[in-house]
């Protein structure tokens, strides 16, 4: 523990060094779990002991270093203590694992665990299990050593009471999926949050509630599993530290919420004899929470969020175990992709000199390269680009499964094709082979056929003979026939009439029968009853009797009637022979009226039935007398038919036999006529399909060759799969955020060149765009509007092809228009302003559909993870996702797209690993696509329409030729039999093959057409180029400002507004010049009025750069040089500096330029011609001026700019003004002045007009004056916007838009947090129809939160004072309307007054740009200061007849314009200008002079409006010093200050070099400190000064020295101790406070702390300063150790110059007795040198290293001069500061010179600058002269 916490430090990278008591605890606790049956040995004890202290300590390791420098401490404790080695314990210095689940059920013991292979079973079939449970999201992770080791990590930390973790390592390292395993293995439930779009602290604290009630209550054993990425405010954090350090939460709980709590744990907590009070309860309910909840944090090491919150929140290290997550070992990565790649076959059949298991290593080997490398571009793009891209294990994942996803893909896809192109040429060939075959059996079907031609004719004639004979016989047989029918006929008659008589009978027969039947034995018994019947019975009786044949009485009919079968026998009676007697007695019954059944039945029922049935019988009897005859004569006709039927059936027989034998003959006859037929056919078909045939193949004989090529490429590229397929993969998981340089680099330079090195099959020539895109789509996407380039097409395949949802950086657009061509109509958009954007997501994820989430910023919505994610769960069949907390059904369709606006985003490693990030900026080469189009389409609109035809008639055919061929293919496989036999598909073959024929030929003309055209449009490619170049010069101005954001759609507007406007020219080469000349100048007219002032000659000079680049007239190696300077790295190899006038910097530009080709031998000139040089130098103009020797002849202007920026600095912005007015013009730097009545003229009702605001500059008095003009003014609504303005901003916006109202709303940059929904505002009028009139104005100050959209839709305009004194006298006239100018009762002295006041407004504007020779404090004078002293010199002069001069003066430089001024010198300044243009020679003298400049700068004679305005457009456009009274050399300040900016910030759009590998920047910071600590001086000794000054100690010098020593001792102590303390910090022995990082930064800066400077101010540079500190300290060394005062005193040596002044006075009053009061000082400037000065004056003190700023000093006459060109300040000779009694001066030739302590004269809020006022001769000049000029005494410099 001593060891590792004295070695293992918490430097400011691995803040998470900490070590404590708690530590060792944590090793025994791991030792206690040692089992006596497993750990009986010293060496299993050892291996226990080494686990526990790897895991305690060495886990939180971040670098490979620290884990190697740990396991030698590990060995030499080993190795003393234990008399062993570890390498002896532990073979290869590996940690051993130990863990207690590996038993599972059967016993947790904590053991070694050797076997790594059964821990990898173990884990596997747990993480097997974990994905079956249901409702949990599958995880395939790969458990290679590293994960493995990490879950037994967590489980071990997790199992141990009060076991918390803090898990560090980048998003998608495996934190989160390891820990769930880890949990699942500890059978713990898992808890998280579910950050929703309005989470905030209650909804959090919501959910610890929830998590306590789970571990308290519940007492469930729950990780609560937290990631950084879910921090929505710090008090998050707060409350987890509180959870992990104590468990209790402040206020978690009301006292309402704990009675819940109290309730459910009452009985249980006094069963374990807990007391019943609530504070007792509380402990007992925390205490559980701690023992069953393990908190588990995932935090990632990006950035200073970890490292300050290691700080703030002391026991995320205090109370958890740490476990780093490195970066994937090479091994791992390895090891991942093998255990990936042994899924897949990467068949070495078709690499013959590759084994399968070597292929397989070598394609792991390449993954990891590809890893590495894109980890190492990403690092060069941040440095080069400032473009942040995150590399995580999860796209590594993304690498290896979408490699074996796109192999199977491929191999299925292209093995496909192959096959499909390969079975067709089977089946032509196949075809060929049986039209052989066909040829020879079409020949011997024709023998065939003549022989059976042959055979039937001759069975024809025996036919014919037979067929004869038959038909005589047939006729005999049909006439014999006819005659038996007639016969038939005759006997059927008489049948017939015989029948119908019988017919008669039966109906009587048939009742009688049933009658019969209907009689009983009763019925019978009932007439034998009767011993004498009735008449009629009897009479009955009788008749029945006498058909019988019996006696006719009663007896007997008695006795008849007794026997049984009587009623039978009269059934069966035999009617058919009933004798003529009986039938003549029964006639006489019958015959009888009362012989009725009906009589009868009146007497007997049995009776009436006897008598129907004798009645019946004499009908029967009487009918069949007539029939009989006629039946016997039909017998006899029946037998003779009968007889000649048989001799008809006898001849017909015969027939038959005959006809059969004819039918026998005929048949075969016809089977011989249907061989032939059939043979005839045949060789017909056969003859058919040698036709067919020959269509066939010589239709198909051109696609075989071609289907043999393609397949046999098919099949080449099968081979070349494995390779081809490791490139596509890794390029659509990584390349979506690199720059097209950096994806050709990686691609062609690492990964192609790797993949050949290792022998892996690659197609050699491979390119993304061919081997992932089908030409077909691209040329879809072209047309949907994804620009031509190969950057876009590669975009367009990460879109479409990747494994993430696309977040798409989409800055112009060019994304969002092809995404909503593409998904026309189905196509959600969303963003996240829409409180309902959940809604419709929800709504797409059920149905399929496209979703657009636009204009997202840096973060996106937490509630989109588990999209982002596509955490799908399955359940039962169903796919499910959990969107907030409802499940949805999850439809395979969807697809999310999404895109910001913004062109830089830095998005984390989370956002990086959940989404593919896809650069869609706008490259040259699809621009210029574009531009060439929209400018051809202008001018020549035949062209483009042709081209745009043709380009749509080429992809149709091209896509209806593919179609052709697939058909044909589908055609020919789909085939089955014979190909010859399908007339249907020969025929659709044909004509497929001729329409393919036919839109070839189409297409080979539309490509020479195409050809053609592109000719004819080429002529206008230098117009589409310029407009590109002009288009990404404009969007380079928003890496400078955020404000400064222009739309490509705004950008093509302009551009076809200048082909509109621009002139017409017959000539192409005239009128292509004629544009671009008028586009440019369009483009630059419309950008300035959105630039500050000081970026518009930046934008014309990149503008022309560029131009020039383009066009190669710039040598990029001298253009590099003017930008970046000379950077002399090897001072021992430089050659000396031959002129001590030239500084050390400007000699190093002439050194490093001298290497530069065209500048051979420019040092060696300064030697040989210092003297023209030096001329050169001091001249004014050197730009116009001729350089010394052959330079001025041998230099272009490029060159000669060189040389400018290498010696005068101060002359760079001129040079390049002139730069660009010879290569572009002059009106490129005359920057139009804002017109916003133009402005509001290229508006509409859509377009926000937006006011970037500066300081000084309202733009609301403009504003209104306009609504004033266009008469807008009752309809004009302003607003400034602030707290609680946003609704009524909504309101105005709503109203204005269906009214037509101005809306104007101030200050947007009060109100940031609105922004958002005022972009959405914004967006609605592009959709809405507002009224014309409405336009919306917006002003807001520069910042990045304002919404880019609204910044592109909108015109913006900056208002700022412009620069010059002409521009802002324009810009002034500009405010004051012609009714003002002319109101005034007194115009001809207004008017000359008005014009000095516009002057006088403008000097005190520009005399900024002086820095502090203009200024002591930078004032904001604004518009209003103008407005009010306008008004006050209008009104004063209308009221006085003589002009109130002291009046105007006291109120417009005293009160108005002097009520800014704060500082005493300044307001000096102020009175001194309003003097010179404030008096009457203003009105007397003819054009009155208003500067030393003759010339330029006077009072106009009077006139009209006009006449003031033609006047000040003719005043130069730069001022010159003078015009302010100022010398040439003080612009040479604010002119360095300039040109530097302009450099770095011309230098920021250039891409970055990356820098040489050196040393860190914390060994540079150490080396650094070192040096400063050597060279500090030694502390001055306090004690032996008292001694040394004994009784002077008392006296005021005395008292100014100590007071100096003890500050000075307290700095150098405060130096050493921070320095000692930043050396410890750095090396890890303590923390890093705050105040150490601030001095490391400004040590690496090379500046001064800010701690270290407190006790004086200072501007130097910390080397300049340390030396200026050691020099103060020596002079008062010197002073406190020989007690005497200097001779000369520096006065800035002293850190309070006017006590030590004061001091001096109070000496001289004591010495002179007088009072202290009553002196005041008189300087005496010596004339002699130092060295002439032998003793100290007699009162007062020598003053020296003052320094004269803004004049030079005249050492003969001891009065102020001007100073040389190039002479900034001017060291003074010693001064006397002599004590005198204040008498009254007359200051008549005396400048009361300021003088300040450093070169910042307004000094600090702490402390001023100024430290006395001294007074100069003012020589030949008048003091205002010298106010003017600014010139003033510095005691110190800034260098």
């Given at each position: 523990?001593n060891?590792?916490?004295?070695?293992m430090?918490p430097?400011?990278?691995?803040i998470h060094y900490l070590?404590?008591?708690?530590?060792i605890?944590k090793?025994?606790q791991?030792l206690?779990?040692?089992?006596?049956?497993y750990h009986?040995?010293t060496?299993?004890?050892?291996?226990?002991?080494i686990?526990?202290c790897?895991?305690?300590?060495s886990?939180r390791?971040a670098d490979?270093n620290d884990m190697?420098?740990?396991k030698v401490?590990l060995?030499d404790k080993?190795?003393?203590?234990?008399d062993?080695?570890f390498?002896?314990i532990c073979p290869?210095?590996i940690?051993?694992?130990?863990?207690?689940f590996?038993?599972?059920?059967s016993?947790?013991?904590?053991e070694?665990?050797?076997d790594?292979?059964?821990l990898?079973h173990?884990?596997?079939t747990v993480?097997?299990?974990?994905n079956?449970e249901?409702?949990?999201i599958a995880?395939?992770?790969?458990?290679?050593?590293?994960a493995?080791?990490?879950?037994c990590?967590?489980?071990?930390?997790?199992?141990?009471?009060?076991?918390n973790?803090l898990?560090?390592g980048?998003?998608g390292?495996g934190?989160?999926?390891l820990?769930?395993?880890a949990a699942?293995?500890?059978?713990?439930?898992v808890?998280?949050?579910?950050?929703?779009?309005?989470y905030?602290q209650?909804?959090f604290?919501?959910?610890?509630?929830k998590l306590?009630?789970m571990?308290?209550?519940?007492n469930?054993k729950?990780v609560?599993?937290?990631n950084?990425?879910?921090v929505v405010?710090?008090?998050?954090?707060?409350?987890?530290?509180?959870v992990?350090?104590?468990?209790?939460?402040?206020?978690?709980?009301s006292?309402?919420?704990?009675?819940e709590?109290?309730?459910a744990l009452m009985?249980?907590?006094k069963?374990e004899?807990?007391?019943?009070?609530?504070?007792?309860?509380?402990a007992y309910f925390?205490?559980k929470?701690r023992?069953n909840l393990?908190?588990?944090?995932?935090?990632s090491?990006v950035?200073?969020?970890?490292?300050?919150?290691?700080?703030?929140y002391?026991?995320?290290v205090n109370?958890?175990?740490?476990?780093?997550?490195?970066?994937?070992?090479k091994?791992a990565?390895?090891?991942?992709a093998?255990?990936?790649l042994?899924?897949?076959?990467?068949?070495?059949a078709?690499?013959?000199?590759l084994?399968?298991?070597?292929l397989?290593?070598?394609c792991a080997?390449?993954?990891?390269?590809m890893h590495?490398?894109?980890?190492?571009?990403?690092?060069?793009?941040?440095e080069?680009?400032?473009?942040?891209?995150?590399?995580?294990p999860t796209n590594?994942?993304?690498?290896v499964?979408?490699?074996?996803?796109?192999?199977?893909?491929?191999?299925?896809?292209l093995?496909?094709?192959?096959k499909?192109?390969r079975?067709?040429?089977?089946?032509i060939?196949?075809t060929?082979?049986?039209?052989?075959v066909?040829?020879?059996?079409l020949?011997?079907?024709k023998i065939?056929?003549?022989q059976?031609q042959k055979?039937c004719?001759?069975y024809?004639?025996?036919?014919?003979?037979q067929k004869?004979?038959?038909d005589?016989?047939?006729?005999a047989?049909?006439?014999?026939?006819?005659?038996?029918?007639?016969?038939?006929v005759?006997?059927?008659q008489?049948?017939?009439a015989?029948?119908?008589?019988l017919?008669?009978?039966?109906?009587?027969?048939e009742?009688?029968?049933?009658?019969?039947?209907s009689l009983?034995?009763?019925?019978i018994?009932e007439i034998?009853?009767y011993n004498?019947?009735?008449?009629l019975v009897?009479?009955?009786?009788?008749?029945?009797?006498?058909?019988?044949?019996?006696?006719?009485?009663w007896?007997e009919?008695k006795?008849?009637l007794?026997?049984p079968?009587?009623i039978q026998?009269?059934?069966n009676y035999?009617k058919?022979n009933m004798?003529?007697r009986?039938l003549?007695?029964?006639?006489?019954?019958v015959?009888?009226s009362?012989f009725?059944?009906?009589?009868?039945?009146?007497v007997s029922f049995a009776a009436?039935?006897?008598?129907k049935?004798?009645?019946?019988m004499?009908v029967?009897g009487?009918?069949?007398?007539?029939?009989?005859?006629?039946r016997?004569k039909?017998r006899?006709a029946t037998?003779?038919?009968?007889?000649?039927q048989?001799n008809?059936q006898e001849?017909?027989?015969?027939l038959?036999?005959?006809t059969e034998k004819?039918d026998?003959?005929?048949?075969?006859?016809?089977e011989k006529?249907?061989?032939k037929e059939?043979?005839?056919k045949?060789s017909e078909?056969?003859?058919?399909?040698?036709e067919?045939a020959?269509?066939?193949?010589s239709g198909l004989a051109g696609?075989k060759?071609?289907?043999e090529?393609?397949a046999?490429?098919?099949e080449?590229n099968i081979g070349?799969l494995?390779?081809?397929?490791?490139i596509?993969?890794?390029?659509t998981?990584y390349?979506?955020?690199?720059?097209s340089?950096?994806r050709?680099n990686?691609?062609?330079?690492?990964?192609l060149?790797?993949?050949k090195?290792?022998?892996i099959p690659?197609?050699p020539?491979f390119t993304?765009?061919?081997?992932l895109?089908?030409?077909t789509d691209v040329?879809?996407?072209?047309?949907?509007?994804?620009?031509?380039?190969?950057?876009?097409t590669?975009?367009?395949?990460?879109?479409?092809r990747g494994?993430?949802?696309?977040?798409m950086i989409d800055?112009?657009?060019q994304?969002?228009k092809?995404?909503?061509?593409?998904?026309?109509?189905?196509?959600?958009?969303i963003?996240?302003?829409q409180?309902?954007f959940?809604?419709?997501l929800?709504n797409?994820?059920q149905?399929?559909?496209?979703?657009?989430?636009q204009?997202?910023?840096?973060t996106l919505?937490p509630s989109?993870s588990?999209?982002?994610?596509?955490a799908?769960?399955?359940?039962?069949?169903r796919?499910?996702?959990k969107?907030?907390?409802?499940?949805?059904?999850?439809n395979?369709?969807?697809?999310?797209y999404?895109?910001t606006k913004?062109?830089?985003?830095h998005?984390?490693?989370?956002?990086a690993?959940?989404?593919?990030?896809?650069?869609f900026?706008?490259k040259?080469?699809?621009l210029e696509a574009?531009l060439?189009?929209?400018?051809?389409r202008?001018?020549?609109?035949?062209?483009?329409?042709?081209?745009d035809?043709?380009?749509l008639?080429?992809?149709?055919?091209?896509k209806?030729?593919?179609?052709l061929e697939?058909e044909i293919?589908r055609l020919?496989?789909?085939?089955?039999?014979?190909?010859l036999?399908?007339?249907?598909l020969v025929e659709t073959?044909?004509t497929?093959?001729?329409?393919?024929?036919?839109?070839?030929?189409?297409?080979?003309?539309?490509e020479?057409t195409?050809?053609k055209?592109?000719f004819?449009r080429?002529g206008?490619?230098?117009?589409a180029q310029r407009a590109?170049?002009?288009?990404f010069?404009?969007n380079?101005?928003?890496r400078?400002?955020p404000?400064?954001q222009?739309?490509?759609?705004a950008y093509i507007?302009?551009f076809n507004s200048?082909?509109?406007?621009?002139?017409h020219?017959?000539?192409l080469?005239?009128?292509?010049l004629?544009?671009?000349d008028y586009?440019?100048?369009?483009?630059f007219k419309?950008t300035?009025?959105a630039?500050?002032?000081k970026?518009?000659l930046l934008?014309?000079?990149q503008?022309?750069s560029?131009?020039m680049?383009t066009?190669?007239?710039?040598?990029?190696?001298?253009?590099?040089?003017?930008?970046k300077g000379?950077?002399v790295?090897d001072?021992?190899t430089?050659?000396?500096?031959?002129c001590k006038?030239?500084?050390?910097s400007?000699?190093?530009n002439?050194?490093?330029?001298d290497?530069?080709?065209?500048?051979?031998?420019?040092?060696?000139?300064?030697e040989?011609?210092a003297?023209?040089?030096?001329?050169w130098?001091?001249?004014?103009?050197?730009e116009e001026?001729?350089?010394p020797g052959e330079?001025q002849?041998?230099c272009?202007?490029l060159?000669?700019?060189?040389?400018?920026?290498?010696l005068r600095?101060?002359?760079v912005?001129?040079?390049a003004?002139s730069?660009?007015?010879n290569?572009?013009g002059?009106?490129?730097v005359?920057?139009?002045?804002?017109?916003m009545?133009s402005?509001l003229?290229?508006?509409?009702c859509?377009?926000?007009?937006?006011f970037?605001?500066?300081?000084?500059?309202?733009?609301?008095s403009g504003l209104?004056q306009?609504?004033d003009?266009?008469?807008?003014?009752?309809r004009f609504q302003?607003?400034?916007?602030?707290?609680g303005?946003?609704?009524?901003a909504?309101?105005?916006?709503k109203?204005g838009v269906?009214e037509?109202n101005?809306?104007f709303?101030?200050?947007c940059h009060?109100?940031?947090?609105?922004?958002?929904?005022?972009?959405?505002?914004?967006?609605?009028?592009q959709?809405?129809?507002?009224?014309?009139d409405?336009?919306l104005?917006?002003?807001?100050?520069?910042?990045?939160?304002?919404?880019?959209?609204?910044?592109q839709?909108?015109?913006?305009?900056?208002?700022?004072?412009?620069?010059g004194?002409?521009a802002n006298?324009?810009?002034?006239?500009?405010?004051?309307s012609?009714n003002?100018?002319?109101?005034?009762?007194?115009p001809?002295k207004?008017?000359?007054?008005?014009f000095?006041?516009c002057?006088?407004h403008?000097?005190?504007i520009?005399?900024?740009k002086?820095?502090q020779l203009?200024?002591?404090?930078?004032y904001?004078?604004?518009?209003?200061?103008?407005?009010v002293?306008?008004?006050l010199?209008?009104?004063?002069?209308d009221?006085?007849?003589?002009?109130?001069w002291?009046?105007?003066k006291y109120l417009?430089?005293?009160?108005?314009?002097?009520?800014?001024?704060?500082?005493?010198?300044d307001?000096?300044?102020l009175q001194?200008?309003?003097?010179?243009?404030?008096?009457?020679?203003?009105?007397?003298?003819p054009?009155y002079?208003?500067?030393?400049?003759?010339?330029?700068?006077?009072v106009?004679?009077?006139g009209p409006?006009?006449h003031?305005?033609?006047y000040i457009?003719?005043?130069p456009?730069v001022d010159?010093?003078?015009?302010?009274?100022?010398?040439?050399?003080a612009?040479?300040?604010?002119?360095?200050?300039e040109?530097?900016?302009?450099?770095?910030?011309?230098?920021?759009?250039?891409p970055?070099?990356k820098?040489?590998?050196g040393?860190s920047?914390?060994?540079?910071v150490?080396?650094?400190a070192?040096?400063?600590?050597?060279?500090?001086?030694?502390?001055i000794d306090?004690?032996n000064?008292?001694?040394v000054l004994?009784e002077?100690?008392?006296?005021?010098?005395?008292v100014?020295?100590?007071?100096?020593?003890?500050r000075?001792?307290?700095?150098i102590?405060?130096?050493?101790?921070?320095?000692?303390?930043l050396?410890?910090?750095?090396?890890?022995l303590?923390?890093?406070?705050e105040?150490?990082?601030?001095?490391?930064?400004?040590i690496n800066?090379?500046?001064?702390?800010?701690?270290?400077s407190?006790?004086?101010?200072?501007?130097?540079?910390?080397?300049?300063w340390?030396?200026?500190?050691?020099?103060?300290v020596?002079q008062?060394?010197k002073?406190?150790?020989?007690?005497c005062?200097?001779l000369i005193?520096?006065l800035?040596y002293?850190?309070f110059?006017?006590g030590?002044?004061?001091?001096?006075?109070q000496t001289?009053?004591?010495t002179n007795?007088?009072?202290?009061d009553t002196l005041?000082?008189?300087?005496?400037?010596q004339?002699?040198?130092d060295?002439?000065?032998t003793?100290?004056?007699?009162d007062?003190?020598?003053?020296?290293g003052?320094?004269?700023?803004?004049a030079?000093?005249?050492?003969k006459?001891?009065?102020?001069?001007?100073a040389?060109?190039m002479?900034?300040?001017?060291?003074?000779?010693?001064?006397?500061?002599k004590?005198?009694?204040?008498?009254?001066?007359?200051g008549?030739?005396i400048?009361a010179?300021?003088?300040y302590y450093?070169p910042?004269?307004?000094?600090?809020?702490?402390?001023?600058?100024?430290v006395?006022?001294?007074?100069l001769k003012?020589?030949?000049?008048?003091?205002?002269?010298?106010?003017?000029?600014?010139t003033?005494?510095?005691?110190?410099?800034?260098?």
């Amino acid at each position: 523990y001593n060891a590792i916490v004295n070695t293992m430090l918490p430097t400011p990278t691995k803040i998470h060094y900490l070590f404590n008591l708690r530590d060792i605890s944590k090793i025994y606790q791991g030792l206690l779990r040692a089992h006596k049956d497993y750990h009986d040995t010293t060496q299993s004890i050892i291996r226990l002991w080494i686990h526990e202290c790897f895991r305690v300590f060495s886990d939180r390791f971040a670098d490979a270093n620290d884990m190697e420098a740990f396991k030698v401490i590990l060995g030499d404790k080993l190795g003393s203590i234990f008399d062993t080695s570890f390498n002896s314990i532990c073979p290869n210095k590996i940690s051993p694992i130990f863990g207690d689940f590996i038993r599972g059920e059967s016993g947790s013991i904590y053991e070694d665990i050797v076997d790594i292979s059964q821990l990898k079973h173990y884990m596997e079939t747990v993480l097997e299990d974990y994905n079956t449970e249901p409702g949990v999201i599958a995880m395939d992770l790969v458990l290679f050593r590293d994960a493995m080791e990490h879950i037994c990590r967590i489980v071990r930390v997790i199992g141990q009471p009060r076991g918390n973790m803090l898990l560090v390592g980048v998003g998608g390292s495996g934190r989160q999926s390891l820990s769930r395993i880890a949990a699942y293995i500890s059978q713990f439930s898992v808890f998280q949050i579910e950050v929703s779009r309005n989470y905030r602290q209650q909804e959090f604290r919501e959910d610890i509630r929830k998590l306590y009630w789970m571990a308290g209550v519940e007492n469930k054993k729950t990780v609560f599993l937290f990631n950084d990425t879910q921090v929505v405010t710090e008090n998050f954090l707060e409350d987890i530290n509180n959870v992990l350090s104590s468990g209790e939460v402040p206020n978690l709980y009301s006292p309402e919420e704990f009675e819940e709590v109290k309730q459910a744990l009452m009985d249980e907590a006094k069963s374990e004899g807990a007391a019943d009070s609530s504070d007792t309860l509380f402990a007992y309910f925390i205490d559980k929470v701690r023992s069953n909840l393990h908190v588990v944090l995932c935090m990632s090491p990006v950035g200073d969020p970890f490292r300050n919150r290691i700080r703030q929140y002391p026991a995320f290290v205090n109370c958890t175990t740490i476990d780093w997550f490195t970066e994937w070992p090479k091994d791992a990565l390895l090891e991942v992709a093998e255990r990936y790649l042994e899924k897949v076959d990467l068949n070495p059949a078709l690499h013959e000199s590759l084994k399968k298991e070597e292929l397989m290593k070598n394609c792991a080997s390449v993954f990891v390269v590809m890893h590495q490398s894109v980890v190492t571009a990403s690092k060069k793009m941040e440095e080069e680009m400032k473009r942040h891209n995150y590399v995580t294990p999860t796209n590594y994942l993304e690498l290896v499964t979408g490699y074996l996803n796109m192999l199977t893909e491929k191999r299925k896809e292209l093995g496909d094709a192959a096959k499909k192109l390969r079975n067709g040429l089977f089946k032509i060939d196949d075809t060929r082979a049986k039209v052989e075959v066909m040829s020879v059996e079409l020949e011997e079907s024709k023998i065939k056929v003549q022989q059976y031609q042959k055979e039937c004719e001759e069975y024809l004639v025996v036919l014919v003979q037979q067929k004869r004979e038959a038909d005589e016989q047939q006729k005999a047989v049909s006439a014999r026939s006819a005659k038996i029918g007639e016969e038939e006929v005759k006997c059927r008659q008489i049948a017939d009439a015989a029948q119908a008589d019988l017919d008669e009978a039966l109906p009587f027969l048939e009742e009688a029968v049933k009658a019969l039947d209907s009689l009983s034995k009763k019925d019978i018994t009932e007439i034998r009853s009767y011993n004498k019947a009735p008449a009629l019975v009897q009479d009955v009786m009788e008749a029945v009797m006498v058909l019988r044949g019996q006696d006719p009485s009663w007896a007997e009919s008695k006795k008849q009637l007794g026997d049984p079968t009587f009623i039978q026998q009269l059934v069966n009676y035999d009617k058919d022979n009933m004798s003529d007697r009986i039938l003549k007695k029964i006639g006489g019954y019958v015959s009888r009226s009362d012989f009725n059944p009906e009589m009868v039945g009146r007497v007997s029922f049995a009776a009436s039935s006897l008598c129907k049935w004798v009645r019946a019988m004499e009908v029967y009897g009487r009918i069949y007398r007539v029939v009989e005859p006629k039946r016997k004569k039909l017998r006899e006709a029946t037998d003779q038919l009968q007889e000649k039927q048989n001799n008809l059936q006898e001849a017909q027989r015969r027939l038959k036999e005959v006809t059969e034998k004819i039918d026998l003959l005929k048949k075969q006859y016809d089977e011989k006529l249907a061989m032939k037929e059939e043979l005839r056919k045949s060789s017909e078909l056969t003859q058919l399909r040698m036709e067919r045939a020959g269509k066939l193949l010589s239709g198909l004989a051109g696609e075989k060759v071609r289907w043999e090529e393609s397949a046999g490429i098919l099949e080449t590229n099968i081979g070349f799969l494995v390779g081809d397929c490791l490139i596509a993969s890794a390029f659509t998981s990584y390349m979506g955020p690199f720059l097209s340089d950096y994806r050709d680099n990686l691609v062609n330079k690492v990964w192609l060149p790797q993949v050949k090195k290792l022998h892996i099959p690659c197609n050699p020539d491979f390119t993304i765009s061919n081997f992932l895109a089908k030409a077909t789509d691209v040329r879809e996407w072209n047309i949907k509007g994804l620009p031509s380039d190969t950057f876009s097409t590669e975009n367009g395949i990460i879109v479409t092809r990747g494994l993430r949802w696309p977040l798409m950086i989409d800055p112009q657009c060019q994304a969002i228009k092809w995404i909503k061509n593409m998904e026309k109509g189905k196509l959600k958009i969303i963003d996240l302003q829409q409180h309902d954007f959940l809604r419709t997501l929800e709504n797409a994820v059920q149905f399929g559909a496209p979703v657009l989430l636009q204009n997202v910023h840096e973060t996106l919505d937490p509630s989109l993870s588990p999209i982002l994610n596509k955490a799908v769960i399955k359940q039962g069949g169903r796919l499910l996702i959990k969107l907030g907390d409802k499940e949805i059904d999850y439809n395979p369709e969807f697809r999310f797209y999404i895109t910001t606006k913004l062109s830089n985003p830095h998005y984390t490693p989370e956002v990086a690993t959940k989404t593919t990030i896809v650069n869609f900026a706008v490259k040259e080469q699809g621009l210029e696509a574009q531009l060439l189009g929209i400018v051809v389409r202008k001018e020549r609109p035949d062209l483009e329409e042709q081209k745009d035809t043709l380009v749509l008639n080429i992809a149709n055919g091209k896509k209806k030729l593919v179609e052709l061929e697939d058909e044909i293919l589908r055609l020919l496989n789909a085939a089955e039999g014979s190909l010859l036999d399908d007339e249907v598909l020969v025929e659709t073959l044909q004509t497929s093959k001729q329409t393919s024929q036919e839109v070839s030929e189409q297409l080979d003309v539309s490509e020479e057409t195409e050809i053609k055209i592109d000719f004819a449009r080429e002529g206008y490619r230098p117009c589409a180029q310029r407009a590109s170049i002009l288009f990404f010069v404009l969007n380079d101005m928003g890496r400078i400002d955020p404000m400064y954001q222009f739309s490509l759609d705004a950008y093509i507007d302009l551009f076809n507004s200048s082909i509109d406007k621009s002139i017409h020219h017959n000539k192409l080469e005239d009128r292509i010049l004629a544009l671009n000349d008028y586009h440019t100048y369009a483009v630059f007219k419309f950008t300035c009025r959105a630039l500050f002032e000081k970026h518009k000659l930046l934008f014309s000079f990149q503008i022309c750069s560029k131009i020039m680049e383009t066009a190669g007239k710039l040598d990029m190696e001298e253009y590099t040089f003017f930008l970046k300077g000379g950077v002399v790295l090897d001072r021992e190899t430089q050659m000396d500096n031959p002129c001590k006038w030239l500084s050390g910097s400007s000699w190093d530009n002439v050194t490093e330029l001298d290497k530069i080709a065209n500048f051979h031998g420019i040092a060696n000139s300064f030697e040989q011609y210092a003297r023209d040089w030096n001329i050169w130098y001091t001249s004014p103009r050197p730009e116009e001026t001729q350089l010394p020797g052959e330079w001025q002849n041998s230099c272009n202007e490029l060159q000669r700019m060189c040389i400018i920026r290498s010696l005068r600095m101060d002359r760079v912005a001129f040079c390049a003004t002139s730069f660009i007015v010879n290569n572009l013009g002059n009106k490129f730097v005359e920057p139009p002045v804002l017109d916003m009545a133009s402005v509001l003229d290229d508006s509409n009702c859509r377009t926000p007009l937006i006011f970037v605001l500066s300081t000084g500059v309202d733009p609301t008095s403009g504003l209104v004056q306009l609504a004033d003009q266009v008469g807008m003014n009752d309809r004009f609504q302003p607003l400034s916007l602030g707290q609680g303005q946003a609704p009524i901003a909504t309101r105005l916006i709503k109203e204005g838009v269906k009214e037509g109202n101005w809306v104007f709303l101030a200050n947007c940059h009060l109100s940031l947090s609105w922004m958002p929904q005022l972009d959405k505002l914004v967006e609605k009028l592009q959709s809405e129809e507002p009224h014309p009139d409405f336009r919306l104005w917006l002003s807001s100050n520069p910042t990045k939160e304002f919404p880019i959209s609204i910044l592109q839709a909108g015109l913006k305009m900056t208002t700022e004072p412009p620069k010059g004194l002409k521009a802002n006298m324009k810009r002034l006239y500009g405010l004051v309307s012609e009714n003002t100018f002319s109101k005034c009762k007194k115009p001809e002295k207004y008017k000359k007054l008005l014009f000095t006041l516009c002057f006088f407004h403008s000097v005190l504007i520009e005399r900024r740009k002086f820095l502090q020779l203009g200024w002591n404090i930078p004032y904001e004078f604004n518009d209003s200061d103008f407005e009010v002293s306008e008004n006050l010199l209008s009104m004063y002069l209308d009221e006085y007849e003589d002009t109130p001069w002291d009046a105007l003066k006291y109120l417009i430089a005293g009160v108005n314009y002097g009520g800014h001024v704060t500082d005493d010198l300044d307001r000096r300044l102020l009175q001194t200008y309003i003097n010179d243009y404030f008096n009457e020679n203003v009105l007397s003298t003819p054009y009155y002079r208003l500067s030393s400049l003759h010339d330029t700068y006077y009072v106009p004679r009077d006139g009209p409006y006009q006449h003031y305005k033609d006047y000040i457009s003719l005043l130069p456009n730069v001022d010159s010093p003078a015009a302010f009274g100022q010398h040439p050399n003080a612009d040479i300040a604010s002119q360095i200050k300039e040109a530097h900016n302009l450099f770095e910030t011309l230098l920021s759009l250039q891409p970055q070099e990356k820098a040489a590998q050196g040393e860190s920047k914390e060994d540079a910071v150490l080396t650094m400190a070192q040096d400063v600590k050597e060279h500090l001086p030694e502390l001055i000794d306090y004690d032996n000064t008292l001694s040394v000054l004994a009784e002077d100690r008392n006296t005021p010098m005395g008292v100014v020295l100590l007071q100096e020593i003890l500050r000075y001792n307290n700095v150098i102590k405060l130096i050493s101790k921070s320095l000692t303390d930043l050396e410890k910090g750095i090396k890890g022995l303590v923390v890093m406070s705050e105040d150490l990082e601030e001095i490391f930064r400004c040590i690496n800066e090379g500046k001064v702390p800010n701690i270290w400077s407190k006790t004086y101010p200072s501007l130097k540079p910390l080397g300049s300063w340390i030396r200026d500190l050691v020099q103060r300290v020596d002079q008062f060394f010197k002073w406190a150790h020989t007690g005497c005062m200097p001779l000369i005193f520096t006065l800035s040596y002293f850190t309070f110059p006017t006590g030590f002044l004061t001091a001096v006075l109070q000496t001289s009053a004591r010495t002179n007795n007088i009072s202290v009061d009553t002196l005041s000082w008189e300087f005496i400037v010596q004339i002699l040198d130092d060295v002439n000065l032998t003793g100290q004056p007699k009162d007062g003190v020598y003053i020296n290293g003052l320094f004269l700023e803004g004049a030079a000093w005249d050492k003969k006459n001891c009065c102020l001069l001007e100073a040389n060109a190039m002479q900034l300040v001017t060291e003074m000779p010693t001064i006397h500061f002599k004590p005198a009694e204040m008498k009254k001066k007359t200051g008549r030739g005396i400048y009361a010179c300021p003088c300040y302590y450093y070169p910042d004269r307004a000094g600090t809020s702490e402390r001023a600058s100024f430290v006395v006022s001294v007074d100069l001769k003012s020589g030949s000049s008048t003091p205002d002269h010298w106010v003017k000029r600014g010139t003033a005494l510095l005691l110190s410099l800034d260098s």
